[in-house]
């Protein structure tokens, strides 16, 4: 049978979801998409691919996933339309698109940007919990972006990955690293002031940029040196960096598919 295949781009609040990949008997993202696709398709057969998985509670403004269907689908925005209906309030469809059978959502090659979003020295309105992590003690920002700059271009992140093990591919490229002042979100119950990383890259390990979050912030309350993040960033370096930044300060920002 002839297969149709499209990919739609869609955002998300992953606060009260167990991430993106299905499990037993917990809330996730996929389940949650796959249940209104069958609602939607009345029966059809269909199958969805993802991007990547997304941890727990973590978010994102557009994530991509590709739909696979035995039926063409007649007309893409009252489809999109259809989708958007059904599907709760904290997930939204933004675009839909045919592509052809050379696609393939994971194997394509792709650059990711993520954005970890936080404050710091109060305690914050409760509001701010589901995007942005608050750190009570003071930190050093400008030390903070001298950090993360140490980030960019290749070196070897095994210091960044959970659970390593022997035989992975630590040697990563990292696009870009910066810590910059929060401009992108607001809203009047944030903070009067509060900070974003941006990273981007084609490829990320499990809770590597969370680790590298922090990391940073280890760094900016003078647990760890400037050298401490040069020396992690070497293969000979035999420590693990375990301050894993809470999960509902990172955002997916954006994905590109370079073109073939």
Not at 160 to 183: A, F, M, Q, S
Request: proline fraction near 3%; hydrophobic fraction near 35%; charged fraction near 25%.
């Amino acid at each position: 049978m002839k297969k149709y295949y499209y990919l739609i781009s869609i955002q998300y609040l992953g606060y009260r979801f167990h991430g993106w990949q299905k499990q037993p008997n917990v809330k996730t993202l996929h389940h949650m998409v796959d249940r209104t696709f069958n609602y939607i398709l009345e029966g059809q057969r269909f199958k969805t691919l993802s991007s990547g998985r997304t941890d727990a509670m973590v978010s994102a403004e557009c994530a991509a996933i590709e739909l696979f269907l035995f039926e063409p689908i007649e007309d893409l925005n009252a489809f999109l339309e259809l989708f958007n209906y059904n599907l709760p309030q904290d997930i939204r469809a933004l675009n839909i698109q045919e592509v052809d059978n050379k696609f393939n959502i994971i194997q394509h090659s792709k650059v990711k940007e993520y954005l970890y979003l936080f404050t710091y020295g109060q305690k914050c309105h409760p509001f701010c919990a589901p995007i942005m992590t608050t750190i009570l003690d003071d930190l050093n920002i400008e030390t903070m972006k001298q950090g993360a700059k140490l980030f960019e271009g290749s070196h070897y992140f095994k210091s960044y990955c959970y659970k390593p093990t022997d035989n992975g591919i630590y040697n990563r490229t990292v696009l870009l690293c910066e810590l910059v002042e929060n401009t992108i979100y607001t809203a009047n119950y944030f903070p009067e002031k509060s900070y974003v990383l941006r990273v981007k890259g084609k490829g990320f390990m499990r809770n590597q940029i969370r680790l590298m979050m922090g990391t940073l912030f280890d760094l900016g309350k003078g647990k760890l040196t400037l050298k401490d993040i040069e020396l992690s960033l070497k293969e000979d370096y035999n420590k693990r960096m375990d301050y894993i930044a809470p999960a509902s300060g990172l955002i997916l920002k954006d994905i590109e598919f370079e073109p073939r």
